[in-house]
């Protein structure tokens, strides 16, 4: 799909990581096309589906949610039922912003915002070891994040 794109449509998609307040004629200017022909370009690029959202990124100090914790998930049974009822309760779960499938010591790994260790302990206690078929998790408080939300390179 990426070689259906142009100089044109990455730059695009490059500039609208970096900045997606960036209105449609200051686009327009910063790719060298006219803003109706930009407006075009952008619209396929949305419903072709290469963007997939655009969003503000809060900053977790503001917001009281300044503690990183990355948790890796460990289910009783590998079967596709006890994965879709995992799944489904994960997604209830606020303070996950993401949740993986990966392959490896783990069947997840769950990045979880909160305001300080004694709330993951209570979030830990009270909901994440209740999740359905969770047989272990093992903690990773982030103490220094280096690089996080970086653009895509292509």
């Known amino acids: ?82 994965f879709a009822d995992f799944e489904a309760a994960i997604r209830k779960l606020d303070l996950v912003i993401d949740c993986h499938l990966v392959a490896g010591d783990f069947d997840y790994f769950l990045k979880i915002r909160v305001r300080d260790i004694s709330d993951f302990n209570r979030l830990h206690a009270d909901r994440l070891i209740a999740l359905p078929g969770v047989r272990q998790t093992r903690t990773f408080f982030v103490m220094k994040e280096v690089k996080d939300g970086a653009p895509l390179q292509f």
Do not use: W
């Open 1 to 82: 799909m990426l070689d259906q794109l142009d100089k044109v449509d990455r730059n695009i998609l490059k500039l609208l990581q970096e900045n997606g307040r960036l209105t449609n004629a200051e686009l327009a200017d910063l790719v060298h096309v006219s803003p109706a022909t930009c407006h075009r370009r952008t619209q396929r690029l949305f419903a072709e589906g290469y963007v997939a959202a655009v969003r503000a990124q809060v900053s977790p100090e503001k917001v009281n949610r300044a503690t990183l914790v990355m948790v890796g998930v460990v289910l009783d049974r590998s079967t596709p039922q006890s």
